[in-house]
Structures are given as structure tokens and as C-alpha cells.
């Protein structure tokens, strides 16, 4: 049975938001991401492959290395999922706060 994973299963691993956060400013081999944390590399291995699946990284190969570099489109289309949800909380908590200023200190 082959399992579609969605992005926001994948990033819903703290292990994989790590990864991501890593190959953000650059490329990385999965030896060098591995190093980075303390389990094996078949593990960092698997992380891989599920953000690879699900399109959140790329790879390219350069010689024998494989480098794993961050999908830019696929970023954006979370990120434009995550906006409204932001623009929402962001109305309430402005909206609570104009409340509090407005409430009486009781001292």
C-alpha cells in the first residue's frame, strides 16, 4: 500500500521542522544533516524521504553527494494556508488588548 503523507504530518515532527530549519540558508548532504542529531542515520534517513514525499524538500546530485535543499513553493503554499489563521489570532489578541487598556486597575 503505498501512504500519501500530508505536509502538515510531516511537519508536525519536531525532527523535521529541525531539518527544515537546517537546509533553509543551505544545501545539505544527509550525512551532514544527520550529524546535527543524535539518532542513526537511517532514522535521518526516513525523515528525509517523508519531506521529500511530500515535496517540502528537493534533492540534486552533484557528483556522488545528493543534496537536500528546502522546496521554496511548497514552503509558500504552508505558509499561505498558516496566513489567515495569523491574521485571525492576531485580530483577537489586538481586540483583547484595546479591552484590557480600557478595563479599570484594581489595586
Not at 44 to 63: D, F, R
Not at 68 to 81: G, I, L, P, Q
Request: proline fraction near 4%.
Amino acid at each position: 500500500m503505498n501512504l500519501r503523507r500530508d505536509v502538515f504530518q510531516a511537519i508536525a515532527d519536531p525532527t523535521r521542522r529541525a531539518i527544515l530549519l537546517l537546509v533553509a540558508s543551505q544545501s545539505m548532504t544527509a550525512g551532514a544533516i544527520a550529524a546535527n542529531f543524535n539518532t542513526a542515520r537511517p532514522t535521518v534517513s526516513k525523515h528525509l524521504q517523508i519531506l521529500i514525499e511530500c515535496e517540502l524538500l528537493g534533492q540534486e546530485q552533484t557528483g556522488r553527494e545528493i543534496y537536500y535543499h528546502t522546496n521554496a513553493k511548497k514552503m509558500k503554499e504552508v505558509a499561505d494556508f498558516i496566513e489567515p489563521f495569523r491574521q485571525m489570532w492576531d485580530d483577537r489578541f489586538n481586540k483583547l488588548e484595546s479591552i484590557m487598556k480600557n478595563y479599570p486597575n484594581k489595586k
